[in-house]
């Protein structure tokens, strides 16, 4: 704050030039005075927004006496900093409740992102339109209900990405969505939406989902290219690009017969409709008795085992990017465990009946041991869920540790399954997440490992693309590639019997260090997931020989490590992480080969890999060798060897600080 002295002094004679020298000295310290408001009005701003929310605990961070920024770096949890200001809010997984009001946030000029999924939020709308630079709004999985005004969009000239998805909004589609001029996503599905799609002539919109609601009528001619699942489960919906015209509301048309002559030809269009709702009620009721029959045996399976949580609601949300693919710390605090037959208020229980629960298995014997009753009682942290079942984060003797929740791991017995995570428990190399223990119980296992702070490499890769801050520089990632190239030269050597040592690589499943040491983790689980649960997600069974051939080889893993490459090269997110199997046309080595075909060769590289100026030839020769792992051909395919024998010829020519 500036600071200005007054005193009392006689009075010269009147002279207009005195009273312009005081009013410039008054002006003076009036700028000084307001000098450095901007970050107190943006710390003032998000305390009072945080105020109004309840269950605030992930929020700790967020203090009065520490600036939110510091440079490109955010002081508190969620906030995402670009020059010193504050350009994003990133509020995901946290447990946060209560009522969205905007209107403390409304003063922050610079902010562009606004993403609070997988919370508890409830209420209407918020005022997004006070936010008027926006750029991008997530909101899915949460509780909004009602309407959402035709106007609520409007004036929203930046916004590019909007998602409302998994929550209970009802009414018309909001009019206002067609006027944003540069909206390239949205989302609205799984909600309760009604009436008809309104026709979107944005050139730039690529993406829109509007599955699962109550939606009638045509489908817009200007949406009619987009996949169909865009549009399934809304069962009034009709035209291209499903797979069923849209009926004619007469009962009769007219055609021209051989004779040129016109005939009426009835179209029973009533009957059609009467028709497609039996069946879809049919649909309902056989879709509602399963889903009864699972819902009461999984409740008897709760009753019977171990819980987590007590409530699996919270966990039973996916993401989209990846950005929710780095483990969050911050999440809300709860109890980890919940032993049958023990409730957490029973602080005088012993420990020995816990132990009838099942045992806590340790693979390391120099590791500092707890039991489960210890493990029960911890304070845990919800990270999220993921392919296979949710991960927690726990704090006991003053470790951090994330335990994963498997149900799917059936595929062998107790003796085997125990064998394998003793092997796996004897892997060592400083680029594997090594295990630390496992509990074995029929119905559901849970790993326990280390927590690295730091997040995943698709966290990092991925999650600051909406506020402008530069990504990992290409020094630091070709030191990642060899670190991951490393530590798969270990799982083929210590594991060969395992035909895909790894399985499920990919850049979720490589942790960094602080400094940025990669670590691989959820490897070598192939031989004990249930094989249908199995080939429905892991990155192996999603490879070009098991969608041709039906089977996975020891190259199958270079596939993986090939997509990795060009993902860190190019920043694009391989979409093939999110098909069911094999699709060529998601392929991002078939989009690299299509642009090279093209002479575009240099608009394949991230735009935000800083430090590749002078490097142009060590990042084309890694190019290839990232396309060369990706072949479809596996006899033309490189096998790991080879590909390490590439990289490691690889280095830092140049100077990669001239950017």
């Not at 605090?333 to 816990?354: F, I, N």
């Not at 590791?367 to 493990?375: I, M, P, S, T, V």
């Not at 860190?568 to 998601?586: I, S, W």
Request: some cysteine.
């Amino acid at each position: 704050m500036g600071v200005c002295e007054a005193r009392l002094c006689r009075a010269p004679n009147s002279n207009p030039y005195v009273f312009l020298s005081f009013f410039i000295v008054l002006s003076s310290c009036s700028f000084m005075s307001s000098f450095g408001e901007p970050e107190n009005a943006d710390s003032d701003a998000l305390l009072s927004f945080k105020d109004s929310l309840s269950n605030t605990k992930a929020l700790s961070s967020w203090k009065p006496s520490v600036s939110p920024c510091n440079g490109n770096r955010g002081n508190w949890i969620g906030v995402l900093c670009f020059n010193g200001q504050v350009r994003g809010l990133q509020l995901e997984n946290m447990g946060l409740k209560g009522m969205l009001d905007l209107n403390y946030v409304a003063s922050m000029p610079h902010l562009r992102t606004l993403s609070i999924m997988n919370n508890t939020f409830t209420g209407s709308m918020p005022h997004l339109k006070k936010l008027s630079t926006l750029r991008s709004v997530y909101l899915s999985y949460n509780h909004f209900s009602g309407e959402i005004p035709g106007d609520a969009f409007l004036g929203m000239r930046f916004l590019k990405k909007i998602s409302l998805n998994n929550n209970e909004f009802a009414g018309k589609i909001p009019s206002s969505l067609t006027a944003l001029p540069r909206l390239t996503e949205l989302r609205l599905d799984d909600n309760k939406f009604q009436g008809q799609i309104p026709d979107f002539q944005q050139p730039s919109l690529r993406r829109l989902n509007v599955s699962n609601n109550d939606l009638d009528g045509p489908i817009p001619t200007t949406l009619s290219k987009l996949d169909a699942s865009s549009f399934s489960g809304n069962a009034n919906l009709c035209g291209p690009p499903l797979g069923f015209s849209c009926i004619s509301p007469t009962n009769t048309t007219t055609t021209k017969n051989n004779n040129n002559m016109t005939a009426p030809v009835k179209v029973s269009g009533k009957k059609s409709v009467r028709n497609m709702v039996l069946i879809v009620i049919i649909l309902v009721l056989v879709v509602v008795a399963i889903a009864a029959f699972f819902i009461i045996s999984h409740l008897k399976t709760q009753r019977r085992g171990l819980q987590l949580l007590g409530n699996d609601k919270v966990c039973n949300t996916s993401s989209t990017l990846t950005v929710n693919d780095r483990s969050n710390k911050y999440a809300t605090s709860t109890s980890l465990m919940e032993p049958p037959k023990l409730k957490l208020a029973d602080a005088h229980a012993t420990p020995k009946r816990v132990e009838q629960a099942g045992k806590l298995s340790f693979v390391w014997n120099d590791r500092a041991k707890f039991d489960l009753h210890d493990l029960l009682r911890a304070s845990a942290e919800i990270l999220g869920s993921g392919t296979f079942g949710a991960s927690y984060k726990a704090s006991i003797l003053s470790d951090d540790v994330v335990v994963k929740r498997y149900k799917q791991m059936n595929n062998v017995g107790r003796e085997d399954f125990q064998e394998h995570m003793r092997r796996l428990g004897s892997l060592t190399h400083q680029n594997l997440l090594p295990l630390v223990a496992y509990y074995y119980r029929k119905e559901e296992k849970l790993l326990v490992s280390d927590f690295v702070d730091n997040g995943s490499l698709a966290f990092h890769l991925h999650g600051n693309h909406n506020i402008e801050e530069p990504g990992l520089d290409w020094p630091s990632r070709l030191r990642i590639i060899k670190g991951v190239g490393r530590g798969l030269t270990y799982l083929y050597s210590a594991l060969p019997s395992l035909v895909v040592p790894h399985g499920h690589l990919k850049s979720s499943n490589v942790l960094l260090d602080d400094s940025l040491e990669p670590l691989l983790n959820d490897y070598a689980l192939i031989p004990v997931i249930n094989q249908e649960h199995a080939q429905h997600l892991m990155m192996a069974y999603k490879s070009p020989e098991y969608a041709k051939l039906g089977r996975i080889t020891k190259k199958t893993d270079v596939w993986s490590f090939g997509i990795l490459i060009l993902e860190m090269l190019t920043g694009k997110f391989p979409e093939n992480y999110l098909t069911h199997r094999y699709d060529p046309n998601a392929d991002l080595a078939t989009w690299v080969n299509d642009m090279i075909k093209q002479k575009r060769t240099s608009e394949v590289f991230d735009v935000e890999m800083e430090g590749a100026r002078n490097c142009k030839e060590e990042l084309v020769k890694l190019l290839k060798i990232g396309l060369s792992c990706c072949e479809e051909d596996l006899d033309a395919r490189l096998d790991l060897n080879q590909v390490i024998h590439k990289i490691d010829q690889l280095n830092y020519d140049g100077d990669y600080f001239s950017d």
